[in-house]
Each structure stands twice: as structure tokens, then as C-alpha cells.
């Protein structure tokens, strides 16, 4: 599934969201593909990357078969 790809395993991000919480972190992006993705959607039009994402999750909607 070409979602579930690109998405960080729970556990993973149960440990990241913890750790942060311990550290009194007010954000925390793990991995740096996620950082610079982060960057990326901040300069790139906003209907572009909704768009984007809109079209990943309707493709891992469809039915495989």
C-alpha cells in the first residue's frame, strides 16, 4: 500500500511522542525525510500539497484486487 509506505510505525511514534513529552518538547519530527517534508509543505502552495495528499489517501482507499 503506497500509504502505508511512507507512514512511521506506531511504536515508533508512540517512543518519539513520549520521549518529546519528557523533554518538554513543543514539536518533534522524527526522521529526517519527515523534516524535510515539514520544510517542503511550508514553501510549496498550499492546494498543491493538499491536493497531493488527498490523492494518496484515495489511492490507498480503492479496493486492491
Do not use: K, M
Not at 3 to 27: I, M, T
Not at 34 to 60: C, D, F, H, M
Amino acid at each position: 500500500d503506497g500509504l502505508r509506505s511512507w507512514l512511521v510505525p506506531a511504536d515508533r511514534c508512540a517512543r518519539e511522542g513520549v520521549e518529546a513529552f519528557v523533554n518538554r518538547e513543543y514539536l518533534r519530527i522524527p526522521g529526517l525525510l519527515y523534516r524535510v517534508g515539514s520544510v517542503v509543505t511550508r514553501i510549496l502552495p498550499q492546494r498543491l500539497v493538499v491536493g497531493r495528499v488527498a490523492a494518496q489517501y484515495r489511492r490507498s482507499l480503492e479496493p486492491h484486487g
